[in-house]
């Protein structure tokens, strides 16, 4: 179980990037959701140890992680949000070299680093510039760098932005199949990722910790409160000044509106919500 206890950190730019981020995070797939800049990068990168906050502290399951961080990073496998590669080497060359890093012992590096490859899926591209991967290939290659050594605590930054649904699908089904004895973070604003991946999360906003919980119970917290309605494409700014707008999309052209209340307001209908509702009504809107 990782630990963290009233965290704090403003950058040197005044940016409260974590303001009294308290969470447990228990074995397990856990999901950090919360939009651009909510500070989700910086908690991960200070649960890597490879920033300090200004105050608080995390404990992993026996371990002080600030005080000791070199014992944290041995057990940390980190994918990076901006995770990048230099160019010209091959994925096995690559991989070789993390696995160095890592204090794996030359006897055990080339089976592990064939295991990990083949995990991946990419033992066949081998050879292959890391450069030359696709964004999907990249990710994968990500976390078989994040597997090496066989660490208890996980930390994917991002891994789906900017893949294509089959990517996101395949590295989403790689995460699915992480150890269950292990605590593995993944942060993102996808919430689809984290409804199919996490049996818990916690919804980050403005360096805040704004919710957590199972996704099922806090979206099971919005029913009987959903009302939808297809409106005039003018009439959003009407709907919006009666009612708590959550969504609006358009639907085969149509505009939809989702709106939360206590009671069915006059020509909508009920609404199953989803996690993307519960979402939009704690972080607001988008129009
Ligand atoms: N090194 C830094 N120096 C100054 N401000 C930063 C730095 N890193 C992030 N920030 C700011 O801190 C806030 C949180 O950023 P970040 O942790 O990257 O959020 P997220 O990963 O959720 O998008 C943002 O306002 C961002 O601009
Ligand atoms: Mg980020």
């Not at 295991?115 to 081998?126: E, G, S, T």
């Not at 893949?163 to 942060?187: C, M, Q, T, Y």
């Not at 309605?229 to 003018?234: A, D, H, L, M, P």
Request: glycine fraction near 10%; charge should be neutral; aromatic fraction near 6%.
């Amino acid at each position: 179980m990782l630990s963290i206890q009233n965290l704090g950190k403003t950058y040197p730019n005044g940016v409260h990037a974590l303001q009294d981020v308290s969470l447990d995070v228990p074995a397990g797939m856990f999901g950090l959701l919360g939009p651009n800049g909510a500070g989700k990068s910086s908690l991960m990168r200070t649960i890597a140890t490879l920033q300090l906050p200004d105050q608080g502290s995390i404990r992993f399951d026996d371990l002080d992680v600030l005080a000791e961080p070199a014992t944290l990073r041995a057990r940390l496998g980190y994918l990076p949000q901006d995770f990048g590669v230099y160019p010209g080497v091959s994925g096995w060359d690559l991989l070789m070299h993390f696995a160095t890093l890592k204090g794996i012992p030359a006897s055990a590096r080339r089976s592990t680093v064939s295991d990990m490859l083949n995990l991946v899926h990419l033992y066949d591209k081998r050879n292959k510039a890391v450069s030359t991967y696709s964004g999907g290939m990249l990710r994968r290659f990500g976390i078989a760098q994040a597997l090496l050594g066989t660490p208890s605590l996980i930390i994917v930054d991002e891994p789906t932005a900017g893949l294509d649904p089959k990517e996101r699908h395949r590295f989403n089904n790689l995460l699915a199949k992480i150890g269950e004895n292990v605590v593995v973070i993944l942060s993102t604003h996808i919430v689809e990722d984290v409804w199919d991946l996490c049996p818990r999360m916690a919804v980050m906003n403005s360096g805040q910790i704004v919710a957590h919980g199972s996704p099922h119970a806090l979206t099971s917290q919005l029913r009987g409160k959903l009302w939808r309605k297809e409106i005039g494409r003018n009439d959003l700014a009407k709907v919006k000044a009666q009612h708590r707008l959550i969504l609006s999309r358009y639907v085969s052209g149509a505009l939809v509106v989702d709106v939360l209340a206590d009671a069915q307001p006059n020509g909508f209908s009920p609404v199953e919500p989803l996690l993307e509702h519960l979402y939009f009504s704690i972080i607001g809107a988008e129009d």
